[in-house]
């Protein structure tokens, strides 16, 4: 056999294997494909509606998760939930995360009682079949020390995770990137998703991971090798979103966001993709924090923000 003739025989059956030439269908197929669920959440969005409007426009529009609401699980007979649950499985929808109500950043009065109230809380979660519950972390503080600030933040999170643990539940915890928030009060805090790191293993309980957000992944200076480090059992939910224009990294400010793909500073193909690189197969929300989208009609701005979700994702996913 002559050297090219082992070239073009090796060649093609690679081809059938999948594993030839590149730009080629079968090339194409080895791509990973997202595993998480778009997340359609009124609140983050700031539109109002009821669970039923939830559902019938997250359907519409093609989203796949839909924030819970305390409103409604706390009111819901075990009938109501059930009826609502058959009809998330016939859309085929899954819960997203919910907020967590226990404030852990304040004095241990304020901790203390908010402590007393998760277990109800958990229970009704369990009752519910809802699974993520996140929480943020504030970047600086004006009287605790970082290692002061670190302690007390391990401390009363690992409580809340023990709760939580208890029923099922997985906590995940974001840091708060922009340096005009980290740089506000005397101490900063955590900031980053490498300290975020240390802040997690410090509580020590398996059911703790980290709820990512494009924009402080964004002004963390952070990358695509950041999100790499991780696993996807340690990601429990994920926002989306872009930046302004002509503002740079170090002075954006957190509550004056746009929609994902908007201005394109903030590199989504890169956030979505490690996300899919790594399999990461929960729900990812937009929190755009932007007033020109909550001046929209409702449904409107539920459109826009599917629109934008999915261009971002086509982007992702196109490698």
Sequence with gaps: MTRRNFIQTT?????????????????????????????????????????????????????ESIEPAMSFLDKASDNDLREYRQQMKSKNFTWAAIDLPTEFRRSDAEFERGMQLL????????????????????????????????????????????????????????YVGPKTA???????????????????????RENVGYNLDSWHWYTAEESRADLLTLRPDQVVMCHLND?????????????????PC???????KGFLGGLIEIGYEGPVACEPFNQELRKLPSEQAVSTVATAMKQACELAEAG
């Design 11 to 63: 060649t093609a059956g690679l081809a059938t294997l999948g594993l030839g030439i590149p730009g080629s269908q079968a090339a194409d197929s080895l791509k990973p494909k997202r595993k998480f669920s778009l997340c359609l959440s009124f609140r983050l969005l700031g539109v109002p509606g009821d669970e039923h409007q939830l559902l019938d426009w997250a359907a519409k529009y093609g989203f």
């Design 119 to 174: 277990p109800a809380f958990a229970k009704t979660l369990q009752r519910a079949e809802v699974t993520r519950v996140t929480t943020w972390i504030m970047p600086s503080d004006r009287s605790l020390t970082y290692l002061a600030n670190f302690r007390m933040n391990a401390r009363r999170l690992r409580e809340v995770a023990r709760v939580l643990g208890d029923h099922g539940i997985h906590l995940g915890v974001e």
């Design 182 to 204: 980290w740089a506000s009060s005397r101490y900063p805090f955590v900031h980053t998703l490498a300290e975020a790191k240390e802040l997690v293993a410090e509580i020590g």
């Design 243 to 259: 930046a302004p224009k002509g503002v740079p990294v170090g002075q954006q400010v957190d509550n004056r966001r746009e929609l």
């Design 262 to 268: 908007a201005t394109g500073v903030i590199d989504v």
